[in-house]
């Protein structure tokens, strides 16, 4: 049973920066995808940054040259370095782990930025 398992949010004053990780548990599986999606309260779930197993990555415009996703394969882990945060970027982040036939999702981890 594949877990992913979230850490790092918290309350951070605008400007701020914040370091989420995501570790996949209960499997050696290899992920093809592994990100993050964020949803504001009343909101959709929309997608933030993605990243391959190759390394390639892609943001969402609001967060580029913000925003940095990184993965261990080794560790199966996913991370997500947030700098310059803006109260717009309050939200609860989830990640979430792609194989060809399954996406796995982590808990949420609640981030607020205070103006």
């Known amino acids: 049973q594949v877990q992913l398992v979230e850490s790092g949010g918290g309350l951070v004053q605008a400007g701020g920066s914040l370091r989420l990780s995501c570790a996949a548990s209960g499997s050696d599986i290899s992920f093809n995808v592994m990100g993050w999606y964020r949803q504001a309260p009343g909101k959709q779930r929309d997608l933030v940054a993605t990243?391959?197993?190759?390394?390639?990555?892609s943001y969402v415009d609001s967060v580029k040259g913000r925003f940095t996703i990184s993965r261990d394969n080794a560790k199966n882990t996913v991370y997500l370095q947030m700098s310059s945060l803006k109260p717009e970027d309050t939200s609860v982040y989830y990640c979430?782990?792609?194989?060809?036939?399954?996406?796995?999702w982590g808990q949420g981890t609640q981030v607020t930025v205070s103006s």
């Open positions: 979430y782990a792609k194989t060809v036939i399954y996406t796995y």
């Open positions: 990243i391959k197993s190759g390394g390639a990555t």
